[in-house]
């Protein structure tokens, strides 16, 4: 079973307000992920990382930012929270096998009100 | 990226075995297929992969035919509990390799 995390779980917040998403893994992946996902729809990839210091924008545009200081931790911020933002956000790492099998977390549901 | 085509929805009942095909027409050589499963607000798990001809694991089979340009992901005997949404998707591990999930097939088992 994969070891990656996400927290909070669930997170219900006000317009305004700056929040972060933590995702951690303890497989030693290169490559982490973030994708947005809304109920019964399909996911989109928002951002990734390569490695440590390594960061790119995915295929939906995101008013979010990540970063990746230490190789196992890939944090989400929004600096201003808008009910634009509720969603789902879902973390992925991957390693160097073939194809790169994509591990994730239980993913985070965040509500702006 | 090589771009997937599968049905948006299939339904089955329990006991029997379902089959999902998936086409891949752009498929490249280096390209890998995999198939993911999500349930309702939880992340997608990696269900089976393959390269070519027959794959199988603990939970599924992967029939690829020789020219790689199709997939077809067998459950053998469903469940209630396989009721979710499952995903094909085709790519490597070259350079900026990137996923797209697409929408899936939505598998509803019934009693």
């Known amino acids: 079973e994969a070891d990656i995390y996400q927290t909070p779980r669930y997170l219900v917040i006000g317009t305004g307000k700056k929040i972060t998403l933590e995702c951690s893994q303890t497989?030693?992946?290169?490559?982490m992920y973030w994708y947005q996902q809304d109920p019964g729809m399909e996911l989109h990839l928002i951002h990734y990382?390569?490695?440590?210091?390594?960061?790119e924008k995915g295929d939906l545009s995101s008013e979010s930012t990540v970063s990746r200081i230490r190789t196992e931790h890939f944090p989400l911020t929004l600096e201003s929270a808008r009910p634009s933002h509720t969603s789902q956000y879902l973390c992925?790492?991957?390693?160097?096998?073939?194809?790169?099998?994509?591990?994730f977390g239980p993913g985070t549901r965040l509500t702006v009100l | 990226l090589a771009k997937t085509t599968q049905p948006i929805s299939m339904d089955s009942y329990e006991g029997q075995e379902v089959n999902i095909t998936c086409s891949h027409n752009n498929i490249a050589t280096n390209d890998y297929i995999t198939w993911y499963q999500q349930f309702p607000s939880q992340g997608p798990r990696f269900i089976i992969q393959?390269?070519?001809t027959k794959v199988t694991n603990e939970v599924a089979s992967l029939f690829i035919p020789a020219d790689r340009k199709s997939s077809t992901l067998s459950l053998p005997r469903v469940s209630l509990s396989d009721t979710a949404v499952y995903y094909c998707l085709v790519g490597s591990t070259s350079g900026t390799y990137k996923y797209i999930f697409g929408t899936g097939t939505r598998l509803k088992v019934l009693a």
């Open positions: 990382s390569y490695g440590v210091n390594s960061t």
């Open positions: 393959g390269y070519k």
């Open positions: 497989m030693g992946h290169d490559k």
């Open positions: 992925a790492s991957s390693g160097d096998r073939e194809a790169d099998t994509q591990y």
